[in-house]
């Protein structure tokens, strides 16, 4: 299963590539080509190294936290 989380833009590289702090702290560059005019502290998905939207901070919470609770279940399922 391929999860596309929410991404938090840290640096405006050159060209069309920014960096990303993915949820797990992790940082990766991404393609803007289909999401031009990013800026340090926008939210975007990002899948297979592309930025395919970008998202407000409220949005990109919600997407993480109902991946989070989907986790705390599978892991309460499994017990």
């Known amino acids: 299963m ?3 989380l929410p991404s938090r833009v840290v640096a ?3 060209g069309d590539e920014v960096e990303v702090e993915l949820p797990d702290g ?15 502290g926008d939210y975007v998905l990002v899948d297979r190294g592309m930025v395919i939207e970008r998202l407000s901070a409220e ?3 919600s997407i993480i936290d109902i991946y989070r609770e989907m ?5 309460a399922d499994a017990l």
Request: charged residues 10%; glycine residues 4%.
């Open 2 to 4: 391929c999860q596309v």
């Open 59 to 61: 949005e990109a919470a």
């Open 12 to 14: 405006v590289l050159d």
């Open 26 to 40: 992790q940082h990766v560059s991404a393609n803007t080509i289909l999401s031009p005019g990013l800026a340090s």
């Open 71 to 75: 986790a705390e279940l599978l892991a």
